[in-house]
């Protein structure tokens, strides 16, 4: 389950939809990232990160 | 610009197994009526009629052979991955894309060259419907195990419908094209013409097999489109659109079986009452198609949210009889062909299924429904869902089954085809009926809502 991810959204106050629309990709998989169902490539990372305005180690490091 | 990486590596996985699937289920047919058209004639012109069983496999072995060269020798990273995904993705819809225009290429070649009458019944609409029952069905319940939708790219935009219809008005666009194509081979082809085969009456068969393709497939695609929309808005598995398709389905199978006796009795030869029976049998597969898809969509979306595996497995294996059986019937009349098939005037041969092979088929597939619809029924009187009385529902789904499968025995074809669409009416009624009921109790309970 990446919270990390799903807090950040909330915190911005966007939507699974909202965010899947701006970076370009459906709502099963952004809800997918959040549940850990699916790893994403770090392009998509990277589109994630720069829509929540955080750091890639920030919303996906786990060290 | 829309790009799902997830969406495009499971389709590319989808679309190379549904691409190898069909090639194997032609390749399969293709040697049957090989040895039925070789035992049956000296002449090897015959075999055209096989163009669009050659045409798909011909193609999935291009596609595969392609893939394979372009993507084996290289090391499978995740770059390497993603490139084989799109390219097997694009294939599968520039595949279907070729294979169209090759189909409507050849449905008049093979109108002059064999039995134009019974081409269509024993050939294209067979091929159709297996590929359609088995990659179809495949494809579909691929996407929904791995979440996702058919029309991922507009699901979530706000114009959905128009987009809908947008793509209705493309398909139509295409079976203008595909008709347009069949209509220049039908001129333009350089063999001598039959005399039985008349130009116009062509045209209009093919005209009426066009149409009903078209009628069939954008309903399909408006159906399922909703089906989505609904489940992707309100995260309710039986919605309204659940039960619209149900309830499409029984309109259309009614009026498929009104045409159809109205046809048989009323028609002044029984080559033309064969002849249009066959085009509107597309209608039957529609039927066939939705109730499969719906099974599957449901006994998912059970399996996923009220963890019923006993629920979703009796699901599986009642769609599964249906699917056997369209598929069992299509290899069964050319292994039947090989044995017993009458050479007829200007043709090639008969589709002979006998009552017999009918029958067996029939008992099959009404065992495996049985067995599949009692685990169903068990399953939701289990968790309390439906009364104990429902039981009564699926004994009468037996008995209506064996009545079938005696009919198809008789040889009075018009009294057959009255009781086997009655009995179908009532099957499909029963299971809006649950459908509904179960649909009912749990909005008003809001229990149905997604984790």
Redesign the interface.
Known sequence: MNEKMRKARTLKKISQTDLAKKIGVSRQTINMIETGTYNPTIALCVKICRELGVTLDELFWEG | ???????EKERGKISKNAIVMSALISALIFALRVAVILKNSDNPVYLIHLIPEGAVILAGIVVFALGLFRYLRTPKD?YIT?KESIFYGRALVLEVKILSLIFAASLPIALYIGNSEFYIQGKFGNIFSVLVLSVGIYVIFSFRKH???FN?SI??REDYISCVFKNIGRLALWFLLLFGISFASLIFWPVPVRESAALPANIFLILIYYLLLFVFLSLLYLLFSLLEKSS?NTNHFISKSALITLAVSILIYAVYAFLTVMTEANSESEAQAVMLVSALSILKVYVNVAYIMFLSYFGYEFLRQRQSKLFSLGVFIAALSQVVLNIGKEISIHIRDYFISEIMEGGIYFVTMTSDTKLALQIICLLFSFLGLSMVLTALIRQKEIHKLNFIGIVCFVLLMGVEAFLSTQTDYLKVLIYHACAEIAVLTYLFVIVSFIGRKKTEEDEFLLP
Do not use: A, K, S, T
């Open positions: 610009m829309f790009y799902d990486e997830r969406i995740e993603e979440n996702i939708y991922y699901m979530d992707n």
